[in-house]
């Protein structure tokens, strides 16, 4: 069982920049592979970034976006630089023990959601 807790989100101009947390309990974390995801109001969950227990990742909002993890911390962090109106949404961490997916539906467990909003 692992449980998820985000945290970093908040209003921040178009330009500025966050560093959302991810912080999950479990002595196996460092196997797990975790995915952000966001959800604007009115669409569907879209994935954002994902990172291997060894640190492998990939994102798709290359540039402006990264994801790290601190495996001593339990914490899986995601910098967002230079941030855009159209990145306000809600942004979850979500943990597999499988590869490293874009599909929601693979991923086990989740955390409640943080809020990032950017205004122009």
């Known amino acids: 069982q692992v449980q998820l807790v985000e945290s970093g989100g908040g209003l921040v101009q178009a330009g500025g920049s966050l560093r959302l947390s991810c912080a999950a309990s479990?002595?196996?974390?460092?196997?797990?592979?975790v995915g952000w995801f966001r959800q604007a109001p009115g669409k569907e969950r879209e994935f954002v970034a994902g990172?291997?227990?060894?640190?492998g990742s990939t994102d798709s909002v290359k540039g402006r976006f990264t994801i790290s993890r601190d495996n001593a911390k339990n914490t899986v962090y995601l910098q967002m630089n230079t941030l855009k109106p159209e990145d306000t949404a809600v942004y979850y961490c979500?943990?597999?023990?499988?590869?490293?997916?874009?599909?929601?539906?693979?991923?086990?467990?989740w955390g409640q959601g943080t809020q990032v909003t950017v205004s122009s």
């Open positions: 979500a943990a597999s023990g499988g590869l490293l997916y874009r599909d929601s539906t693979k991923y086990i467990y």
């Open positions: 479990g002595r196996t974390f460092s196997t797990y592979v």
């Open positions: 990172i291997s227990g060894s640190g």
